[in-house]
């Protein structure tokens, strides 16, 4: 198949870029290198990618709500299917910063689907994420819930993405899968993303933030995991349909932290702090709906997956 994959220089997108290479598909990629961290770590990415996907990578570098970058990644089609992953991520910057987050996950959305409603293809799997939940629903989180309650803006332009998916499927009969991941870590995880910025916290010698009294709780879910995912999405159409993507256990910050100083072999200093705005106080996923319809079932437990960072983060984390 031919696809273009969004996003595609980032955490989520080059993992996702280089498993479709590898199975031999041919990969456009396109990133627009935003300045939330360093474009070096994007770089890098990029130079996995390609050593993995040889003739059968392109890459384009702009921003989607620019119609020229639009035209430019549409004369390398035509494609089979578009993997939408790029998005402006981060709960907490996006409180202080609303409207770059609306133009970046929800404005550029449109203007994807749009082009593919005009030129092809109809089929899209888009990223969302587990925050659309919000706080007020019911454990284990089913795909069901009402979800009409975010509780930051981040949250709100991913759900909005979803109702957005949704019309395109109804009014233009799209194959439009939504995958909800929940908190997803590994190798090529951004700087200021909880593991990496506690595994530099640790690797100092300096206190590693808590928000909260440590009961706060997430469904991991291992890189490999959530590219697995991705990819069955991929390979089954499913006309509109949304799905979990967690890591199939909940695990507590005061019990996930201390794994992670073990796993570096560096003592563990706790700065207390309140909580935080915009922070849900779990996740927890319930996978019936994916295992059911895309044979989902992750496969790496915390412990490994945290073993693994550990090793990429020793190598070539930012320290």
Not at 148 to 175: I, N
Not at 271 to 296: E, F, H, I, M, Q
Request: proline residues 6%; neutral net charge.
């Amino acid at each position: 198949m031919r696809i273009l994959v969004t996003g595609a220089a980032g955490f989520i997108g080059s993992h996702t870029a280089e498993a479709l290479l590898r199975r031999g598909d041919r990969v456009v990629g396109v990133d627009n290198f935003d300045p939330f961290y360093d474009r070096a770590l994007k770089q890098r990415n990029l130079d996995d990618v390609r050593l993995a996907g040889g003739d059968g990578f392109s890459f384009v570098e702009g921003d989607l709500c620019d119609s020229a970058v639009l035209d430019a990644l549409w004369r390398l089609g035509p494609f089979d299917v578009v993997v939408h992953l790029a998005a402006k991520a981060g709960v907490r910057p996006s409180i202080d910063d609303p409207a770059t987050y609306v133009r970046a996950n929800l404005e550029a959305t449109a203007l994807l689907l749009e082009r593919c409603r005009r030129d092809g293809p109809r089929r899209v799997v888009f990223a969302s994420s587990s925050s659309v939940y919000g706080a007020d629903s019911e454990a284990p989180f089913g795909e069901g819930a009402r979800c009409d309650r975010p509780v930051s803006p981040y949250a709100a332009t991913k759900r909005a993405g979803e109702l957005l998916a949704h019309t395109y499927a109804h009014l233009h009969g799209f194959d439009l899968t939504c995958l909800r991941f929940f908190t997803v870590y590994g190798p090529r995880q951004r700087p200021e993303m909880a593991f990496h910025k506690f595994a530099t916290l640790l690797w100092r010698g300096l206190p590693v933030p808590q928000f909260g009294d440590g009961s706060s709780s997430r469904d991991y879910t291992y890189i490999d995991d959530i590219v697995a995912g991705v990819v069955a999405a991929v390979d089954r159409p499913q006309g509109y349909a949304v799905f979990n993507l967690g890591g199939d256990r909940e695990i507590r910050l005061d019990e996930v932290v201390p794994l992670l100083a073990r796993a570096l072999d560096k003592p563990l200093h706790i700065d207390r702090r309140p909580d935080a705005p915009g922070d849900v106080p779990r996740t927890c996923a319930d996978l019936t709906r994916a295992r059911a319809a895309l044979g989902y079932g992750p496969e790496t437990s915390i412990e490994a997956g945290i073993a693994r960072f550990a090793a990429w983060f020793v190598q070539k984390g930012v320290r």
